[in-house]
């Protein structure tokens, strides 16, 4: 089982960048899938970026140019780097860790954009 710890979150104005952390910790295939979600109020929680351990990426198209994931060298820190925020990206942003059938989600950071 793994455990997901988030942070990172806050308040910043538009056009500024904020950075969010997720350390896994426990026992976990080191052949996995990490990824940010993120969920605004009265919507459904949608993809932002994910990380494969072998080294591949996939970002939603609207943080594309913007948002940067990346993992440390031991694959079990995600960062995701959010550059030009927009009040519109204002949401709590989950961390997820996938591994084969196995999922699991962190407790969820606060982002918030104002204009």
């Known amino acids: 089982q793994v455990q997901l710890a988030a942070s990172g979150g806050g308040l910043v104005q538009a056009g500024m960048s904020l950075r969010l952390s997720c350390v896994a910790s426990?026992?976990?295939?080191?052949?996995?899938?990490m990824g940010w979600y993120r969920q605004a109020p009265g919507n459904q929680r949608e993809l932002v970026a994910v990380s494969t351990s072998g080294g591949h990426t996939n970002y939603a198209d609207f943080v594309k140019g913007r948002f940067t994931i990346s993992r440390d060298n031991a694959g079990n820190t995600l960062s995701l780097q959010m550059n030009s925020l927009k009040p519109e990206d204002t949401a709590v942003y989950y961390c997820?860790?996938?591994?084969?059938?196995?999922?699991?989600w962190g407790q969820g950071t606060q982002v918030t954009v104002s204009s």
């Open positions: 426990g026992r976990f295939s080191s052949n996995n899938v």
């Open positions: 997820n860790f996938r591994a084969g059938a196995y999922s699991d």
